[in-house]
């Protein structure tokens, strides 16, 4: 717009004109009372602000200004709504203004700004969890590592995390203030309940915090190795009815605690002893078959139980002669002798059991036959044959026990008789 001043009929009189030479003389200048940013607090990112202003103009009336929206003086917008946002350069503290600009009909313009500051956000921990090297059960050896899953939407990395391992009872006693613990570097029962908090700050001390707990799970006592069954004497496959049966095992716990070891026996599956390590068979009545059996239990003080059971047979006992078989007569023996042959046995199983015999003319290699006596005749004796007795004993399981004891046939005198 121009001034041009001229003299008309000796009065001074100005000229206005706008730009395109339009005089501006009788027009007013249009008044912006206000511009009014809303929210004017509480501005974040992600706020959606409107920008309000109110111009009045004595020839146009009240009309709707023009806006512009600026963030740190770069201009983002031209509507009265506008939402903040990272793309648009906003930072916390960052300058945020609505520009009004009011143009009236004569084109005569003004303008006004309200301003807003971007505030900080805190950040937001969206999910935190506790995972174990061990799965998803967590023992007292497992290696714990704290994962989070955390935002801020004024800055694209989060580096500022504290981490507190803690566990959790009437005196919540700190571990660890790293993002992985170790468990097995700390007395750590089972059952008990451990907690990872996490604090994350931003750049402008904005924080989050939030926590996740795991309890400890207890582990059963386990059998280094399968338990085994030892006796004396030491013969046989089994036990004899008057064996020392010994239970062996021995059970440790992974947890670090001592197991209780009990051992119960049976017989024939009927209890019999408690809690004994050894058991003597001859203090109980015990027959050839019986199943003895060690049922061993380990448990820990939580709960946790191992059960494993070994079983052995009772073997027989093989009958016992006590002593060699007696020929009677022993001496004096001759071609035509009537002998007997006697012997004691005895069996730890069936009790006393008779014996058989067997005759056998060791020097012809000639079975004479059986039986406790056997009449002796030239025919199958003679002077100078060694005469064998064979007694054996047979349990009622059929194991045998010899023994023999030999005579040997002798000269008989002639026998004088009386002359006629």
């Given at each position: 717009m121009s001034i041009l001043f001229f003299t008309l009929m000796g009065c001074l009189v100005r000229s206005e004109k706008d730009q395109n030479g339009a005089d501006q003389s009788d027009n007013a200048q249009p008044v912006i009372e206000s511009v009014l940013i809303t929210p004017e607090t509480g501005v974040f990112i992600g706020t959606s602000l409107t920008c309000y202003a109110v111009v009045t103009d004595e020839e146009d009336g009240s009309f709707e200004p023009s806006y512009e929206w600026r963030v740190n003086g770069v201009s983002v917008g031209d509507s009265p709504g506008f939402t903040v946002t990272s793309e648009s350069g906003a930072t916390v503290n960052s300058s945020i203004q609505c520009v009004a600009t009011a143009t009236d009909s004569g084109g005569r313009s003004v303008t006004l700004s309200s301003e807003v500051r971007l505030e900080n956000t805190d950040p937001v921990i969206a999910a935190i969890d506790i995972d174990a090297d061990t799965g998803?059960?967590?023992?007292?050896?497992?290696?714990?590592?704290?994962?989070?899953?955390?935002?801020?939407?004024?800055?694209?990395?989060?580096?500022?995390?504290?981490?507190?391992?803690?566990?959790?009872?009437?005196?919540?006693?700190?571990?660890?203030?790293?993002?992985?613990?170790?468990?097995?570097?700390?007395?750590?029962?089972?059952?008990?309940?451990?907690?990872?908090?996490?604090?994350?700050?931003?750049?402008?001390?904005?924080?989050?915090?939030?926590?996740?707990?795991?309890?400890?799970?207890?582990?059963?006592?386990?059998?280094?190795?399968?338990?085994?069954?030892?006796?004396t004497p030491t013969n046989g496959e089994g036990p004899e009815a008057n064996a020392v049966v010994?239970?062996?095992?021995?059970?440790?716990?992974?947890?670090?605690?001592?197991?209780?070891?009990?051992?119960?026996?049976?017989?024939?599956?009927?209890?019999?002893f408690?809690?004994?390590?050894?058991?003597?068979?001859?203090?109980?009545?015990v027959s050839v078959g019986d199943a003895v059996e060690c049922q061993i239990s380990a448990t820990d003080g939580f709960g946790g139980e191992a059960v494993e059971s070994v079983t052995v047979m009772v073997m027989n006992t093989e009958p016992e002669l006590t002593g060699p078989p007696v020929i009677d007569p022993s001496q004096s023996v001759f071609a035509d002798?009537?002998?007997?042959?006697?012997?004691?046995?005895?069996?730890?199983?069936?009790?006393?059991?008779?014996?058989?015999?067997?005759?056998?003319?060791?020097?012809?290699?000639?079975?004479?036959?059986?039986?406790?006596?056997?009449?002796?005749?030239?025919?199958?004796?003679?002077?100078?044959?060694?005469?064998?007795?064979?007694?054996?004993?047979?349990?009622?399981?059929?194991?045998?026990?010899?023994?023999?004891?030999?005579?040997?046939?002798?000269?008989?005198?002639?026998?004088?008789?009386?002359?006629?």
């Open positions: 998803p059960d967590v023992y007292n050896t497992s290696i714990l590592t704290c994962q989070i899953e955390a935002d801020d939407p004024n800055q694209t990395e989060l580096t500022d995390i504290e981490y507190t391992w803690k566990v959790i009872g009437e005196t919540e006693e700190t571990l660890a203030n790293t993002a992985n613990i170790d468990l097995s570097d700390f007395e750590i029962s089972p059952e008990t309940d451990i907690k990872c908090e996490v604090l994350v700050t931003d750049d402008h001390s904005g924080f989050a915090t939030a926590s996740a707990s795991v309890k400890v799970s207890n582990r059963a006592p386990e059998f280094i190795e399968p338990p085994s069954l030892t006796w010994n239970c062996v095992t021995d059970a440790i716990d992974p947890d670090g605690e001592e197991p209780t070891v009990v051992r119960s026996w049976l017989l024939n599956e009927q209890p019999v408690n809690n004994a390590t050894t058991v003597d068979l001859s203090t109980v009545s002798s009537l002998v007997s042959c006697s012997a004691a046995a005895t069996d730890l199983n069936d009790g006393e059991l008779t014996p058989t015999y067997q005759w056998e003319n060791v020097t012809m290699a000639v079975n004479l036959g059986a039986g406790d006596s056997i009449q002796l005749t030239p025919s199958i004796a003679s002077i100078g044959d060694e005469i064998r007795c064979t007694a054996t004993a047979t349990d009622f399981d059929f194991a045998e026990r010899s023994s023999t004891t030999s005579v040997v046939i002798e000269n008989k005198p002639p026998e004088m008789t009386a002359p006629t």
